[in-house]
């Protein structure tokens, strides 16, 4: 799934050179009181680095921390990479069960779908053989 980055508007947590420009209508700049969006001035003040950011996620819906845990590049690389042993998994099956079906040509292309069909008949066939 490809994102377009101007489609897409993310509600991050302001930078700190967002937070001291005093731009009010960002929603994460001081106002005029000097109050941020934690409270009054000095509120805020006191939270670890990471714990800002963790504030600011606490009031999002789980959906929406999701998302924004899955637009990470981190987790992009991650989760290629399990998807792509997944499929590596899912074609070998099917290499193997390939290898286990008559056809003529014994080396002949046959796709997933193919595959499949021929399963199937295989082992109505064989069922049919061990009733006679």
């Known amino acids: 799934m490809m994102l377009n980055s101007d489609a897409v508007e993310l509600d991050l947590p302001p930078t700190h050179s967002e937070t001291e420009s005093g731009f009010s209508d960002c929603g ?4 005029p009181d000097g109050a941020g969006p934690g ?6 003040r006191g939270l670890e680095p990471g714990e800002a950011a963790r504030k600011d996620l606490q009031h999002l819906s789980r959906e ?3 998302r924004r845990r899955r637009a990470t590049a981190k ?10 042993i997944r499929v590596e998994a899912f074609n070998l099956a099917f290499a193997e069960l390939r290898k286990l ?11 997933k ?16 053989v ?3």
Do not use: M
């Open 101 to 111: 079906l008559p056809t003529l040509p014994p080396d002949k292309k046959l796709s």
């Open 28 to 31: 994460g700049g001081a106002g």
């Open 75 to 84: 987790y992009r690389t991650a989760h290629a990479t399990r998807e792509r």
């Open 113 to 128: 779908i193919e595959i499949l069909r021929l399963a199937i008949c295989y082992i109505s066939y064989l069922n049919h």
């Open 64 to 66: 929406e921390r999701r």
């Open 130 to 132: 061990l009733d006679v």
């Open 39 to 44: 409270g009054p001035a000095g509120q805020a």
